[in-house]
């Protein structure tokens, strides 16, 4: 079953962290897991994200689309990067989820995929 990890980081390691090289003190922890991981075999996709200041939200309400630029002031955590896995259960996706930098420092949301619309 496949299951995205997503890793929920303070601001402030988004602000040791270059967006440009990915240097910064907790990279060298990033790079033994991403390592771990994607030798594992089961990565089938993710990605890392910019800092929260360069995204924005969209909304439409009454035909009117409304856009908040980030960083957004009203969460402790954003969003910093994910994972898509193929794993034989949930208990084997919370264990990687785990093993991450971001488990120690922010949080991990691990959540099951749908399957694939028709």
């Known amino acids: ?6 890793f929920m980081e303070s601001p402030a390691t988004f602000e040791h962290r270059s967006p440009i090289d990915n240097s910064g ?3 060298g922890a990033w790079y033994a897991y991403i390592g ?3 030798a ?3 990565v089938t996709g993710g ?5 929260p200041s360069t995204g924005a939200v969209v909304t439409v309400r009454d035909g009117g689309r409304q856009v908040v630029d980030g960083p957004y002031p009203d969460s402790k955590e954003q969003l ?3 994972f898509i896995v193929e794993v034989p259960d949930l208990d084997t996706a919370l264990e990687w989820a ?6 120690s420092d922010g949080s991990v949301i691990v959540r099951p995929l749908m399957p694939p619309m028709p």
């Open 1 to 6: 079953m496949q299951y995205l990890i997503a």
């Open 25 to 27: 003190p907790d990279m």
């Open 36 to 38: 771990a991981i994607r």
């Open 40 to 42: 594992s075999g089961i």
């Open 47 to 51: 990605a890392g994200l910019m800092p």
């Open 80 to 82: 910093g990067g994910f």
């Open 98 to 103: 785990a093993r991450s930098p971001a488990a």
